[in-house]
């Protein structure tokens, strides 16, 4: 039996939608980590993922029965220019599985060596960036993040040259499908209406399947992938997560988190926050998240005007119509993700200020942005453990106290229990998140040592984020000044 069911679907695709391109083999594949869970929820076989044949198709030294590799075109707008011709520089797309739910996957290897849209790069990931998407994407699931997935990572036994040798590896990546806004704005630079209509199709298919028969699926498509940004950056906010390089190849039409290149959960609040070595303007600040998403949206919008409508007035006015509706979908989604955490039943005209002084009040005293959320949920409500609480890590300042009585007087102003609230916050406010500090260590104990402990340590803590145990306090605890990450590296 084959160890992957594929059942590829953008292969059937016409020829300039892709390049067949087999992965490039590595001289001595080792396994890092294999996500048990995921194999298994594509029906992948889990024993020969951990094999040393696993280890070798994903390492590209074998290409699995069914797999048809491919690199895969696309264009993009990076930093707000637009390149018309990207495409997988450093990734084959294998083939995709459909779970037993009948959701279609890609699998992804990435690092797997050069492609014909390499441009010069050599194809190859070092450790590092590897390490931190697999710690980061599958903590963005844990945390109910739609996000592209890490089935396995591998080392090659090779050296990537960056500003230094460095170990390389390869991660198996699984998305819904790696579908860009940046694939759209391909074919429609080049006035391709045909593929246009195609990709859309395709997308429609796999993603908004309920659209299909609506009076105008490619309008549908549109509002369907900005109402899922729309949730997918409230999300991010909530979360205090900062993309870093959130360009429209970076975007995907499935709305899942792509790209976990120079992101990075922050801890002090701080919304001109920006981490990215290569953001020198600050245009992907935390902040500026929901506006850049706007932006890029309206790129897809303009790229789907020549198939919106054969009337290019009536295109134009639909797509504005729709791209629109996106603050306000983005600031509802917002509104109640900041109503849980905050333990409220909804989000009023008469609750802004409350909101805006607490924000106002994190930045001006530096507070850490989890551990704030997660001492408000202690606050709900007596623990029956004292120790649950993160009292030992995180206390609020006595200026946040007037602050505190507004709240504790609003809350009184819902029905809820406060055990039903506090739990309810738990669920909305994690104690444990990928702290730079951390991913930063464990990143360097299997680079500079050859230690992978720290990381499959840290993956397995990031696997219950809303559960706080104090004998995990270490991975809660904010940095201290000398750990704090000041900047982080596209990975590239
Ligand atoms: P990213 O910054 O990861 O979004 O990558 C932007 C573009 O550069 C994509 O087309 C990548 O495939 C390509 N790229 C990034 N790193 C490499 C590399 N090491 N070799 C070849 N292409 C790369
Ligand atoms: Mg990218």
Redesign the pocket.
């Known amino acids: 039996m084959n160890p992957i069911a594929f059942d590829n679907s953008y292969k059937q695709l016409p020829q300039r939608f892709y390049t067949p391109q087999a992965p490039e083999p590595v001289p001595a594949p080792a396994p890092i980590r294999v996500n048990r869970e995921l194999a298994s929820a594509l029906g992948i076989d889990v024993q020969w993922l951990e094999s040393a044949e696993g280890t070798a198709a994903i390492a590209g030294n074998t290409v699995p029965q069914g797999a048809e590799p491919i690199a895969t075109v696309y264009a993009g707008h990076q930093f707000g220019g637009f390149n018309p011709q990207?495409?997988?520089?450093?990734?084959v797309l294998l083939g995709e599985i459909v779970a037993d739910d009948g959701q279609r996957f890609d699998l992804q290897l990435k690092g797997s060596g050069?492609t014909p849209?390499?441009?010069g790069?050599?194809?190859?990931s070092p450790l590092g960036p590897v390490l931190r998407e697999y710690i980061l994407c599958e903590a963005m699931h844990r945390l109910g993040v739609p996000t592209t997935r890490a089935l396995a990572a591998v080392t090659t036994g090779d050296v990537v040259a960056r500003d230094r040798f460095l170990p390389g590896a390869v991660l198996a990546r699984v998305a819904s499908s790696h579908i860009r806004i940046g694939t759209f704005e391909y074919y429609a630079a080049r006035k391709d209406v045909e593929g246009l209509q195609l990709l859309a199709d395709h997308a429609i298919e796999r993603h908004y399947p309920e659209t299909r028969n609506s009076e105008n699926p490619v309008l549908a498509l549109l509002e369907g992938v900005i109402s899922r940004q729309a949730q997918l950056i409230a999300q991010w906010q909530l979360l205090g997560f900062i993309h870093g390089?959130m360009?429209t190849?970076?975007m995907l039409i499935c709305g899942e988190t792509i790209?976990y290149?120079p992101c990075a959960f922050m801890d002090a609040f701080n919304p001109q926050q920006v981490y990215s070595s290569i953001d020198h303007a600050g245009r992907y600040a935390y902040r500026s998240q929901p506006g850049i998403a706007h932006w890029n949206l309206s790129c897809l919008a303009q790229s789907l005007l020549p198939i919106l409508d054969d009337d290019s007035e009536a295109a134009v006015a639909m797509a504005q119509k729709a791209i629109d509706a996106f603050p306000e979908q983005f600031l509802l989604a917002n509104t109640q993700g900041m109503a849980r955490k905050l333990g409220l039943e909804d989000i009023g005209e008469q609750d802004t200020a409350l909101v805006e002084d607490l924000w106002q009040l994190m930045a001006e005293h530096e507070l850490d942005f989890t551990l704030t959320f997660r001492a408000l949920a202690d606050l709900a409500h007596e623990r029956d453990d004292a120790a649950q609480t993160v009292s030992a890590l995180f206390e609020f300042p006595d200026a946040l106290q007037p602050w505190l009585d507004r709240w504790r007087a609003r809350l009184d102003q819902d029905a809820k229990s406060g055990e039903e609230r506090q739990s309810e916050m738990d669920r909305a406010n994690p104690v444990f998140i990928p702290r730079n500090h951390l991913v930063e260590a464990a990143i360097a104990a299997a680079t500079d040592n050859d230690d992978l402990s720290v990381f499959q340590r840290l993956v397995d803590v990031l696997e219950s984020p809303h559960h706080y145990q104090p004998e995990l306090a270490a991975f809660a605890t904010p940095p201290q000044p000398e750990q704090v990450v000041k900047q982080t590296f596209?990975g590239?």
């Open positions: 990207l495409g997988d520089g450093r990734a050069p849209y390499s441009r790069g050599d194809g190859r390089v360009n190849d970076n790209d290149g596209c590239t």
